[in-house]
């Protein structure tokens, strides 16, 4: 199955051969001779990342030295001494006929924090589909998708990468348990045919001297993209117990048809939505419901006369009202912040204070604690690390209190899309997803249970929410440059659209080119028709758009 020959490795399987030099792969073939990479440049196979930027190749130095030791039948190691640090590419296959690479290194020098495990030369008709912003179909070298880090998994949604030809492809994944901060790069200033496989370790990385310990999983495929992503899906429905999370599912959840977006105190448009379609079967999330601002005073969750008045008429007609609330979010000028600002997100490899402020515009938040209790004339808000089960207590308290008060079954928890590797990056042993993870699964406690909607749709926040608001690709208020030439590909509802449905986000009203093309790709990417709703006059004389948009949630 593996053989040497000095520093050459030969890889020779059912479904491919691979073939490396040192600790680069410089050639990868299908079971009908297929080439699917061929390595052209000297873009180096491995590369080590100091604190949160600082990239160097492995390798290339001219004292590097490689050495190739054949550990089994099925087994190799590569090592290679470098001035940078000492690496080693671990080169394996398992039972299922798939070549599995595991990059590690350590060094000297502290601050080590990650790995990046190079794949050049893929050949140009292949383009890559992935979950990032749902799914998309593009060439590597697309300025939608070139030169960029996509981290896992805010915005690489699941560990998987396929690139597809028009009959076959391979792909790339990892069948990570442990939830280890990674990340895609999309192409190499020596290559744009490269795809970057980065391994990280948690923060904070300035004592770090080890990284490694997740092995990258290769294989080849015959058909269409589905292929691969079944493979991921199967493994990844094994691995989050996915039949008993889909009993936790309220039974309503599956009769949702269309979901109302950012919806203001208007009685009057929810009586002209109930004119045209069955309350029971519209999701309505309620942003302006509290007695304060939007995104100010949390964690306070306490209605105002007209948000009360407007959630107890939709509730009476039958509507899935979903009021707003944020999972990590606290107001410094919040009482709770005097025993919680130690647990405030510190940003990995500066320490920098993590949070939102908002003056004409985003601007930076202080990082000073007086400087935080000095904003209250503007929207300031920062972000606590959920992996705190005092923050998490807190908070499904106070929105166990407003279910109570309001009767509600289902409730909207802004941001789970927001999980990062931190300087703090480990908080009562938790990850911020693994505490966003464990936030989501207490709310599921409550009574009803509630339906849970969230911010983002990846395979860690779907487990316990049953919708969730999608960002279009780098598109999240407004559409960016090169927008329209997106081709979206529904990976991520293929993943885990049965256990959370995407809706959309902003900019949903059709009435432009720009906004109907938004509710285009939604539509696409199988989200729930979704809509932004201003006036009763959007629905009864609907533009072209949304009554398309009416037309898929009746039809």
């Not at 697309?142 to 981290?151: F, N």
């Not at 940003?347 to 003056?359: C, N, P, Y």
């Not at 959309?504 to 109907?516: C, H, I, R, S, V």
Request: proline share 5%; aromatic share 8%; charged share 25%.
């Amino acid at each position: 199955m593996i053989q040497t020959d000095g520093n050459r490795t030969l890889v020779r399987m059912q479904r491919l051969e691979a073939e490396f030099e040192g600790v680069s792969l410089v050639s990868l073939r299908n079971a009908a001779g297929r080439s699917l990479v061929k390595r052209k440049s000297e873009s180096p196979g491995l590369a080590v990342r100091f604190g949160a930027r600082e990239w160097l190749p492995i390798g290339t130095d001219a004292y590097a030295r490689t050495s190739t030791v054949q550990a089994g039948a099925r087994l190799v190691h590569v090592h290679v001494e470098d001035h940078n640090a000492d690496a080693c590419l671990r080169i394996s296959v398992d039972d299922e006929g798939r070549l599995l690479v595991e990059p590690s290194a350590h060094s000297a020098r502290r601050g080590l924090a990650a790995i990046r495990w190079n794949v050049a030369g893929i050949a140009d008709d292949l383009k890559l589909v992935a979950p990032l912003f749902q799914g998309c179909r593009m060439a590597l070298d697309h300025p939608l998708v070139a030169d960029a880090d996509h981290a896992w998994p805010m915005c690489w949604e699941a560990a998987l990468a396929v690139m597809q030809g028009s009959d076959c492809g391979f792909s790339i994944c990892a069948h990570d348990t442990a939830s280890r901060p990674k990340s895609l790069r999309v192409g190499q200033p020596a290559d744009a045919q490269t795809l970057g496989f980065d391994t990280e370790v948690h923060g904070p990385a300035h004592d770090g001297v080890a990284v490694g310990s997740l092995a990258w999983i290769v294989d080849t495929h015959e058909g269409d993209w589905q292929v691969p992503a079944e493979a991921y899906r199967s493994w990844w429905r094994r691995h989050i117990g996915h039949e008993e999370l889909q009993r936790l599912r309220p039974e309503r959840v599956g009769d949702i048809r269309l979901a109302l977006q950012w919806a203001g105190n208007k009685p009057e448009v929810l009586d002209a939505v109930a004119a045209i379609i069955d309350p029971k079967s519209v999701v309505v999330h309620a942003s302006a419901w509290r007695r304060d601002p939007y995104d100010v005073n949390y964690p306070d969750y306490i209605a105002g006369e007209e948000g009360a008045a407007f959630l107890q008429h939709g509730i009476d007609k039958g509507f899935l009202m979903m009021p707003h609330h944020n999972y990590f979010a606290i107001d410094p000028n919040h009482p709770a912040y005097r025993k919680l600002h130690e647990f405030v997100m510190r940003e990995f490899g500066t320490g920098k204070l993590m949070g939102w402020r908002w003056k004409q515009g985003s601007v930076p938040i202080p990082q000073s604690w007086s400087g935080m209790k000095g904003m209250q004339d503007e929207k300031l808000m920062t972000y606590l690390h959920a992996g705190a089960s005092t923050w998490r207590r807190l908070l499904v308290e106070q929105i166990a209190r407003a279910a109570a008060t309001h009767r509600l079954t289902a409730v909207f928890v802004d941001q789970t899309l927001c999980s990062f590797n931190l300087d703090n990056a480990l908080v009562e042993n938790l990850s911020s997803v693994e505490g966003m993870l464990a936030l989501t699964r207490e709310l599921s406690d409550l009574d009803g249970p509630l339906a849970i909607g969230g911010e983002g749709l990846n395979e860690m926040n779907v487990r316990y929410q049953s919708f969730a608001q999608a960002h279009l690709f780098n598109s999240h208020q407004k559409n960016c440059e090169h927008f329209t030439e997106l081709d979206p590909v529904p990976v991520g509802d293929f993943l885990y659209g049965d256990l959370c449905k995407s809706m959309g986000y902003t900019n949903l009203a059709g009435d432009t080119p720009e906004t109907a093309w938004r509710l285009e790709v939604h539509e696409r990417l199988n989200a729930l028709p979704s809509l932004v709703v201003r006036a009763p006059e959007d629905i009864q004389a609907p533009n072209p758009a949304v009554s398309r948009v009416l037309e898929r949630a009746l039809s």
